[in-house]
């Protein structure tokens, strides 16, 4: 077995190209995610990059599971892990928000979660007053 081989038995259903796109995805959600925080919802810095991870480790997972899997089944896998989360309603709704944006840079949709990104922090602005926010 030659190293070429060897390196494509380890890749399991993905080329190259798609480490690549993985990792665009996952980036794009991460960062996405921490805006919305930051500027959508007016989180601290350290809320905001927790909302990044949470958005990159759906990213990630959704775009490991997107071709053998439903994503409806991915989605349940996620409100699952979701669901013991004792958190206020704001922050539920944003971590939500967080993995939706996961999902959609997951499953290879990142420019339309990027062209959407600015709807959803003008929702976060206006449905969370910088009041409520700073609690």
Same mark, same amino acid.
């Given at each position: ?45 350290? !809320?905001?990059? /927790? +909302?990044?991870? =949470? &958005?990159? $480790? ?8 997107? %071709?053998? @899997? ?18 206020? !309603?704001?922050? /539920? +709704?944003?971590? =939500? &928000?967080? $993995? ?8 290879? %949709?990142? @420019? ?24």
């Amino acid at each position: 077995m030659d190293i070429t081989g060897l390196i494509a038995d380890h890749m399991g259903h993905f080329a190259v190209k798609d480490a690549v796109n993985m990792l665009v995805a996952v980036l794009f959600a991460t960062l996405m995610a921490t805006v919305l925080g930051m500027w959508g919802a007016r989180k601290p810095w350290q !809320e905001a990059r /927790r +909302l990044g991870l =949470w &958005s990159g $480790l759906a990213a990630a997972g959704i775009g490991f599971v997107k %071709a053998q @899997l439903p994503l409806a089944v991915a989605l349940l896998a996620l409100a699952l892990l979701l669901r013991p989360a004792r958190e206020a !309603e704001d922050d /539920r +709704l944003l971590t =939500w &928000s967080a $993995l939706v944006i996961g999902i959609g840079c997951g499953s290879g %949709a990142s @420019l339309v979660v990027l062209v959407l990104l600015p709807v959803l922090v003008f929702l976060f602005r206006w449905a969370i007053s910088r009041n409520e926010a700073a609690k």
